[in-house]
């Protein structure tokens, strides 16, 4: 059973716009969520992160919103740039000490110029 | 940066072989992570370490043992590669908003 997912695949943004990534979860044990992006042939590279006591949180042109009551997160990218292309990932942690993140599929973004 | 490097970066292997893959960190973490990065899964917790010769299992952890004996290297190993193990491996280090190592593809025939 997948307890993060990201139901879309792949999403395509017009150089400008925002681009909106979604996450949902199951684990109502989830306390902390992360967002990574990873390009081809590179490890995923630590983007925002957000803990359960908030809901917001926002760093440059990133910001993730977090609606525990509906286990959703989402990434807003505003405008999106070319350089943001790549496929992102969701990871959530029970923050048991070690960090052990469970990951979303992962969604690839395009940006159009 | 070089705090997290992986080696090999491609290794092709023959079923039944083991296979030693190297994680290494010069960042002095106490935490260490191997994940398997498969399509349709994004990326899964193998095995973890949160000390020396401290380990525990992930996710997916049945093939796989894993050992650390200093704070910088953490090994992974396939005692006996399988097709199934056919994958991206990643190790990653440290804690809140880890750092991932560049990969390592590794084929088994």
């Known amino acids: 059973d997948q307890q993060v997912k990201q139901n879309s695949p792949s999403l395509s943004v017009q150089e400008g716009r925002i681009s909106i990534l979604n996450c949902d979860y199951t684990?109502?044990?989830?306390?902390?969520f992360l967002w990574y992006k990873k390009y081809p042939a590179e490890g995923p590279t630590f983007l925002i992160s957000?803990?359960?006591?908030?809901d917001k949180n926002e760093d440059g042109r990133f910001t993730v919103f977090l609606n525990k009551s509906a286990k959703h997160l989402s990434l807003h990218i505003v405008p999106s740039q070319p350089g943001d292309s790549a496929v992102y990932f969701c990871?959530?942690?029970?923050?048991?000490?070690?960090?052990?993140?469970?990951f979303g599929q992962g969604t690839r973004l395009t940006i159009n110029p | 940066d070089a705090g997290i490097t992986q080696s090999p970066r491609h290794k092709v292997t023959e079923t039944g072989t083991p296979v030693t893959l190297r994680c290494h960190q010069t960042e002095n973490h106490r935490y260490m992570y191997w994940y398997r990065q498969d399509p349709g899964h994004g990326l899964r917790l193998i095995h973890y370490?949160?000390?020396?010769?401290?380990?525990d299992k992930g996710e997916v952890s049945d093939g796989y043992s894993v050992s650390r004996s200093k704070t910088e290297d953490f090994l992974l190993t396939l005692e006996s590669a399988t097709s199934s193990q056919t994958s991206v491996y990643f190790c990653a280090s440290g804690s809140v908003g880890y750092t991932f190592g560049s990969g390592t593809r590794l084929t088994v025939v």
């Open positions: 684990n109502s044990m989830f306390d902390y």
């Open positions: 957000i803990s359960s006591i908030k």
């Open positions: 370490s949160y000390g020396v010769k401290d380990t």
């Open positions: 990871a959530a942690s029970a923050n048991e000490g070690a960090q052990k993140l469970v």
